[in-house]
């Protein structure tokens, strides 16, 4: 195997291990919403926040996936 095949595949497994992270922070912080919000005594404040960071982490989820997918010269 070169070099380059190497970096290649150490990135790949970088890329895939962090969207395996990114998955399941959103998945667990998904379950913590679905807590809070079922709590009369939650703070609305701390539950927005939570709802937004889970945006983001979608926003990143989508964006480690497209890195994920090789580009095609044609």
């Known amino acids: 195997m ?3 095949s190497s ?12 969207l395996r992270e990114l998955r399941i922070e959103h998945r667990d912080l998904d379950e913590v919403i679905q807590r809070l919000e079922q709590d009369p005594l939650a703070d609305e404040l701390q539950v927005r926040r939570l709802k937004k960071r889970k945006l983001r982490l979608k926003d990143l ?9 090789p580009d095609l010269d044609a």
């Open 2 to 4: 070169d070099d380059y």
């Open 7 to 18: 970096n290649v595949d150490t990135e790949t497994f970088r890329r895939t291990d962090r």
């Open 61 to 69: 989820i989508a964006q480690a996936e497209s890195a994920l997918i």
